[in-house]
Nanobody, 124 residues
Framework: QVQLVESGGGLVQAGGSLRLSCAAS????????MGWFRQAPGKERDLLAS????????YYADSVKGRFTISRDNAKNTVYLQMNNLKLEDTAAYYC?????????????????WGQGTQVTVSS
């Protein structure tokens, strides 16, 4: 099992950038595919981006494609989400998640471990 802790959220103006980090501890980080999700009040938790165990394969939701980039550094047990050109609708709680598989998946239920979340608020 692994423990995940997100950081890097905060308040940013529309058009600005933030970089979220997710630090993992416990079992070997490189054994897990990783995903970033977000959840706004009253809405479902949705997948934004995911990355395979080795980092060679990535996926992005249409809403963030071209603006967000997921990456991982297995030597540092950390996964990142670089968020550029932030929009008001990006305001949400952001979560990282780990899946004990070679490949990531799109559903919340497919992930085994979750961080506590970090809030991102985009202002005009």
């Amino acid at each position: 099992q692994v423990q995940l802790v997100e950081s890097g959220g905060g308040l940013v103006q529309a058009g600005g950038s933030l970089r979220l980090s997710c630090a993992a501890s416990g079992r070997t980080f490189s054994n897990y595919a990783m995903g970033w999700f977000r959840q706004a009040p009253g809405k479902e938790r949705d997948l934004l981006a995911s990355i395979s165990r080795g980092g060679s394969t990535t996926y992005y939701a249409d809403s963030v494609k071209g603006r967000f980039t997921i990456s991982r550094d297995n030597a540092k047990n950390t996964v990142y989400l670089q968020m550029n050109n932030l929009k008001l609708e990006d305001t949400a709680a952001y979560y990282c998640a780990a899946r004990a598989s070679t490949w990531p998946a799109g559903s919340v239920a497919s992930y085994d471990y979750w961080g506590q979340g970090t809030q991102v608020t985009v202002s005009s």
